[in-house]
């Protein structure tokens, strides 16, 4: 039986560490993935590297030289069996039991629209939005300071305890102006009481739904040229070039808009999944849009990569050692899905 690694990238790597090692979710400091690799390998997990195969995932816009420096490092310092790189994306429309669909991967520092058809990500109609967890928890800080709220905490603290709450209390809006009018009607019944660390109570009331609603409304946090989760999905759609039949390039249409997938730690708010099929709906018309949200998608890449590592057809992909060291970049951008 073969033995399988898989590592999220950079997911694993921000929870360890720190997030100033990465960029957009690329890596920028080499020593510190080289460190962590070192703390996963021989800390955690105690293992033989060369006894396993390793799989990896990267975000949807890495770079074919990032790519190449993650494989070099791989098997220069740790010698597996066989390494993969995989895209998230992909890897989360598998986790979704699909193969084609619309992935919409949320995390801390990017949001990534692609679509993926056959097992295959169309990566030229790819769209990446810095709008996602970092963004909207800064505006979180915003709305709650604004209230006259102080922490009067270290930095780290105060990070952890914004995030709480938006992980805790906020949610998507239905009608956002509906309820923001109902916030004005209904006064106290809909506020919802924090305890700090302190003891101190505090309220929170139209913020609940003034922070994610950002998604689709990104001029709420002064991203003025950004376009809302819908209105990246349609254009995603609608950029998608593959030189068919108009009868054929329908037909596949109708299989994205009806297979939007989320997926990612920002993609977990109370209400997302009716809000991106209300928001689809409205804007295309079409009465076919329909989201897949699995109750795990927080870890969507990890569950992916499970899936791919034992698909049968998948085995070739892997690029063993030898092949590495004899057809270097040339094979890794050759086995690429």
Known sequence: MKKFLIITVPHILIFIGSKSNFAEGLIEDWDFFQSTLKKI???ELNIIPQEYNVLLSEPAHNSKKNREKIYEIIFDLYSPKACYIANSSIL?????????????????????FMPVYEGYGIKQALISSNIAGKELNDYL???????????????????????????KLTYISIEYENELHNFTKKGDNLYSDYCLPDNKIIKLGTEKIRCPEALFRPNLIGKNYDQGWHENINKVILNIDLKIDDDEEEKIQKDLYSNIILSGGSSMFKYLPERVVSETTKLTGLNYCDVI????????????GSILSSISVFQSLWITKEEYEEYGSQLINQKVI
């Open 92 to 112: 989360s429309i598998f986790a979704a039991g699909k193969t084609s669909g619309i992935s919409v991967d949320a995390g801390e520092s990017c949001t990534h």
């Open 41 to 43: 390998f021989v800390s």
């Open 293 to 304: 949200a699995i109750p795990e998608r927080k870890y969507s890449t990890w569950i992916g």
């Open 141 to 167: 800080f915003k709305l709650v300071s604004e209230k006259g709220i102080n922490f009067n905490l270290s930095e780290n603290q105060q990070k952890m305890i914004i995030t709480d709450i938006k992980e």
